[in-house]
Structures are given as structure tokens and as C-alpha cells.
């Protein structure tokens, strides 16, 4: 690819031009360098976008969540963004296919672009691809951006840290998510949906993260609880509502810059830090000396810290 | 401390000393170059225990069981080392101390050493730790070392990757868990425990692990699906007798070593990544230059990917 095709899509993308945002993403979940050359062209039509993490186990509505919130908004004449970051297992490839299959209402908008991005297992390099393609979203117009993810722990909520409001999504009976936010394995989100509220569990849960909420902080602000019936819209308007409010309280309060300008510091460092990880693996990859240092470790003659003293020598020397 | 001081607690340790192992867990813990230097001295007495992880959702269960276990352990004559990984976040402190008082039994027993390690927010470090802690308790001459994780993701499991048996927890009603055991946010575990099976839905449980199982490649062996009742120690001679079918197993298969190799290969090169981005963090504390590229960040005129590289050639340069 010449510069000026590179210049060509770029500013396809800058136009809002699907096709082109569709190939920026895959160059940039591949890893490509013309990738990241992209997203570095656009960068400065970037932060206009509101972005929208949402996290939750699996099976608790997120996709159906987001596909009523798309219609929403799509109503209100806003275009959508929607990128779910979908782990795949070894065994169980394809297993979120479902999930997808829920937001098809939407795939012959143009004004709603929506992609999957699979976990392939770089280190840490899933949550650098997803802010890249946020961005790139964010570049050509998007207004609104949902990013998904699957999981209950703090990793996942890492992974949607590059959010401007994230959105726990829990559903009566799952009680593992609640034990998580209990234990502070997971920090607590802006706002917090229990969805499939017509089950009988509803008012119980409630009760349960009211519980867990009035040990945290307030902070000035008090964290809603929305609840919804994803699949028949119901409370769908209530939470657009207080996703608006958490944005107008952050933007009011100066809380918006100072939270990006911390989420773009941490991930330059994770991008710097990730790099420095991927050559140091690509570096021991057929090293004979690092294999005979490990021999030595597994022999238990060498601990793994003094181990790792002697890399970080080598590589210093 | 004089060189001396830490041989004698070097020694003092090997000889199964457990307030040598108390002190010496603290100084790894606190990331004292003490803790670090002990363990290479000790670390040619290590390899011996047998090390169970146990995985799984806060409430699932995990302590009561680890206690029956260890019971039962005692009674067999060997001795145990319990490591409880302990998230704590900043507003629920101490809210696992239930927990460890499930523990509490146990305390007068010399023959049982039991500590919580918290989770300090070290980027990667309380992986790190607890392999020290776990080695120490190794040199030490305990046995049996049960590492306790909480939380349902990837993350966790890699904690207990150290462990030679990783063993799933779970308790009927917990769907998040087996949401993401279905949905391949977490790999499949040596074995499966289905805890408090008083419940009436253990039975619907067990039949959606079974169908997780079957579309699992089956590595010639099947994964055992335990069902325990904890607290009244029912089930849990069971769950015994599968841990040590699963040591013999990949011990016969000559796993075990290239398991252990395999935890050590990435270990090794963890505590190098970890240690090249806590060199980098801290270098860039209190960098003006970071501060200011930083700002271009901020002020969308240079993307996040061009600023890391720019970073990173600074260092090299």
C-alpha cells in the first residue's frame, strides 16, 4: 500500500466511510503498522465520541442491551459504534455467536457499525487494539460508542477503563457478580443495570447491591440502579437517560478530562510496557542461552526471580 | 540484617521453622531484595509439595472446603500450606475475613500454615509473590500447598497457573461461573467441584458442566465433576482421591515436568516483563518530558501508539 492510498483511507474514514473504518480496524487488530500510521492521522478528530463500556457475565444481556440502546439512539438521530470484545477459547470458537446475532436488526443501518474483536491471546495486547479502534471510530463520527466485554473480574473492567462511563450489567440469580463487586474484586462501575428484571429475584438483588454500594464512597454522586427488560426495551429510555446524566455530571464536575488524561497516560505506559514484553519474548524465543538458563531452573539449581536478573543483565550488556 | 542473620533463617525455614516461614513470606510479600535472596538460597529444597489451585467465585465455598481438605490432610499425616490470595479494594477491606476464620481451626496445628496475601495493586506482582510465597512453603517441607484465588476470569486462573492440580469451585445457582467456563473466558480445569450440593439445583448443575465438558478436546482424560457439601465435610474424601488421581495422572504422562517447566518458562519471563514496567513507571514519574508529551496526547495532537514509541526510543537512546 503507497502513502497516498494510506492518505486515501484515512480520509474515507475521517468521512465516515464504512468500508474504510471496517479495513482500519482489521489492519489495526492485526497489528499492522499502517494500523497504527492511521490511527495516528486521525487522532486529532478523536474525543468527541461518548464511549459507553459496558461489562457483565456472560449471558446477562449486554448484546441485547446494547442493541435496544442503538435503537434508542438511533432514534434520536445519533450514530453508533458498537465493538464487543469477544474472548474465544480453543474449544468453544464462536461460542458468543449468538450474542451478535441479536444486534442483526441493526446491520443494514449505515449509521450503526458494529464489530466483534476476538482475544488472540497477546499479551495485554487486546485492550491497546480496542482503544485503537475506539479511536478510530470515534474518527469517523461515531456520537455514540459501546464497547462490550465479557467477564467478571477486574481484567475485563480494565479492559473498558478507556470509557468514559462504564456500565455493570447483572441479572437476577447471578450471583457471582455481585459476590465479585462485594469482594472488590471488581471496582464499582457509574451505573448499574440489572437486567431481565421481570424475574422474581429483582427487588432482592437490588437490595443486595444497595447493600454493597453504601460501603463505598459516595463521591457526590449517587451510583443508579436501572432496571431493564432488554428484550422488550423496557427501562432502555431510563438508562439512556442516566448514561446523558453520568456524562453531563463528569463534563460539569471537570471529571472527564482529567479521567481521559489518566486513561491515556496508563495506556501509553501498557503500550510501551506491552512492546517491551513482546520483544523481550521474541528476543528469548531461540535464545540457546536463555533455554540453558531455564534447564538450570527447572533443575532446580537457578531460582526464577535470579533468572530473571540474569535476562535483564543480558539485555542490559 | 547481616548475611548471617538471613543464613540462619534460610536454615531455620528448611527445618519447617514456621515462624522462619512467617518472616520470610513478609519479605517476599514486601518486595524486599531479603525475601528475593532467600528464596534462591532455599530454592534447591523446592519441588517436593504437591500444589492444588483452587479457583472460583467469592462464596462459592473455597475456604470451608480448603479446611475440610486440610483435615483430612492432617489425618493422612502430611502437612499443609494454605495461600489465600485475598483482593482487597479500597472500600471493602477485610470484607474475606470471613473467610479465613473458616480457617480458624487450624491455627494451633503446627502442621498447618496459613496466610493471606492481598492484592497491592502491584501491576502483575501478587502473581509473582505468590510463587515465592508458594516456594518458600515448598523449602519449608509442607506437602500439600492449597492456593486459594477469588474470581471468575482469566486473570485468576493464571495465578494459580503455578499450581501443578487446578481445581474449579463452584455452587449450584452461580451461573456467571459457568457462563464463562461455557463462553471460554476461563480454561478448563483439572477438576470440577460442585459445592454446597444440598442445593436443589445441583443436579441441572452438574448436567451444564458435562455439556461445557463435551465440546472440550478430551486430552485422554476425563475431567471428574466432584460434588461436595463443605461444612459437614461431605464429598471431600472424594475430592481427595481425585486430587492425587490427578498428580499420579500427569505424573505417569511425564505432565508434570513439562507443566512445571512451562510455569517456570512463563515465570521467568514475567518477572522480567514486570520488573521492565516497574523500571519504566518509575522513570516516568516524575519525567518532565513525559509530562509533556503527555499533554500533546491530551490535547489530541500526537495518538497514544506515537508517544509510546517516542518513549521507548528515548530509553534506548
Known amino acids: 500500500m503507497s502513502p497516498s492510498t494510506t492518505d486515501s483511507l484515512a480520509e474515507r474514514?475521517?468521512?465516515?466511510?464504512?468500508?474504510?473504518?471496517?479495513?482500519?480496524?482489521?489492519l489495526v487488530e492485526s497489528d499492522d503498522p499502517r494500523g497504527w500510521e492511521l490511527v495516528r492521522e486521525v487522532y486529532p478528530k478523536t474525543g468527541q465520541a461518548a464511549i459507553v463500556?459496558?461489562?457483565?457475565?456472560p449471558g446477562a444481556g449486554k448484546s441485547t442491551l446494547i442493541s435496544a440502546l442503538t435503537k434508542l439512539r438511533r432514534e434520536q438521530g445519533r450514530s453508533v459504534g458498537v465493538l464487543s470484545i469477544d474472548p474465544s477459547s480453543p474449544f468453544t470458537q464462536g461460542a458468543l455467536l449468538g450474542d451478535r446475532?441479536?444486534?442483526?436488526?441493526?446491520?443494514?443501518?449505515?449509521?450503526?457499525?458494529?464489530?466483534?474483536?476476538?482475544?488472540?491471546?497477546?499479551?495485554?495486547?487486546?485492550?491497546?487494539?480496542?482503544?485503537?479502534?475506539?479511536?478510530?471510530?470515534?474518527?469517523?463520527?461515531?456520537?455514540?460508542?459501546?464497547?462490550?466485554?465479557?467477564?467478571?473480574?477486574?481484567?475485563?473492567v480494565d479492559i473498558i477503563d478507556h470509557a468514559d462511563t462504564v456500565v455493570l450489567v447483572l441479572m437476577p440469580g447471578s450471583g457471582d457478580s455481585i459476590q465479585a463487586l462485594k469482594a472488590g474484586v471488581m471496582e464499582i462501575p457509574d451505573i448499574i443495570v440489572v437486567n431481565k428484571a421481570d424475574h422474581p429475584l429483582t427487588e432482592t438483588m437490588v437490595r443486595e447491591i444497595r447493600g454493597v454500594l453504601s460501603l463505598a464512597p459516595a463521591e457526590g454522586r449517587q451510583i443508579p440502579i436501572v432496571r431493564t427488560e432488554a428484550a422488550r426495551g423496557e427501562g432502555v429510555p431510563e438508562l439512556s437517560a442516566e448514561l446523558d446524566a453520568h456524562r453531563e455530571w463528569i463534563e460539569a464536575e471537570?471529571?472527564?478530562?482529567?479521567?481521559?488524561?489518566?486513561?491515556?497516560?496508563?495506556?501509553?505506559?501498557?503500550?510501551c510496557a506491552n512492546r517491551l514484553r513482546r520483544d523481550l519474548e521474541s528476543r528469548l524465543q531461540t535464545d540457546p542461552e536463555f533455554e540453558a538458563l531455564l534447564a538450570e531452573v527447572v533443575e532446580r539449581r537457578l531460582d526464577p526471580a535470579s533468572a530473571a536478573s540474569r535476562v535483564l543483565?543480558?539485555?542490559e550488556g
Open 313 to 315: 543483565e543480558d539485555l
Open 13 to 26: 474514514l475521517v468521512a465516515g466511510d464504512r468500508r474504510a473504518l471496517a479495513r482500519a480496524i482489521t
Open 254 to 271: 471537570g471529571m472527564l478530562s482529567e479521567r481521559r488524561r489518566r486513561n491515556l497516560r496508563s495506556e501509553v505506559i501498557s503500550i
Open 53 to 57: 463500556g459496558l461489562t457483565g457475565a
Open 101 to 156: 446475532i441479536r444486534l442483526t436488526e441493526h446491520f443494514l443501518d449505515k449509521e450503526v457499525f458494529i464489530r466483534s474483536m476476538a482475544n488472540r491471546g497477546a499479551l495485554g495486547g487486546l485492550s491497546e487494539a480496542t482503544l485503537q479502534a475506539a479511536l478510530l471510530m470515534d474518527a469517523a463520527g461515531r456520537q455514540d460508542i459501546f464497547l462490550e466485554t465479557v467477564g467478571v473480574g477486574q481484567a475485563e
